[in-house]
């Protein structure tokens, strides 16, 4: 039996909303720009994020970073 810790079970839930977003993308159920696909990327972002400061590991935590930025400018350039 696999006993995952909370940072791991909430990094887990991103990489999830991550591959779901683009997962939908390239199914055409959602648009690049369009707010839902953003949504799904920065909070993946933000919970794949909160893990790795249980376990650091500064090329995923910039990976991230990078990620959740360029979703906010998504969001900020469709308002």
Do not use: K, T
């Not at 909430?10 to 648009?31: C, D, S």
């Amino acid at each position: 039996m696999i006993r995952l810790h909370w940072p791991d079970a909430i990094g887990l839930l991103g990489v999830v909303l991550i591959l779901l977003a683009y997962f939908l993308l390239q199914a055409e159920r959602l648009r690049g720009n369009a707010l839902p696909y953003q949504l799904l990327n920065a909070l993946g972002a933000v919970l794949v994020m909160v893990s790795l400061l249980y376990a650091f590991n500064l090329s995923a935590f910039l990976m991230e970073l990078a990620w959740l930025l360029v979703s906010i400018y998504g969001i900020a350039r469709n308002r």
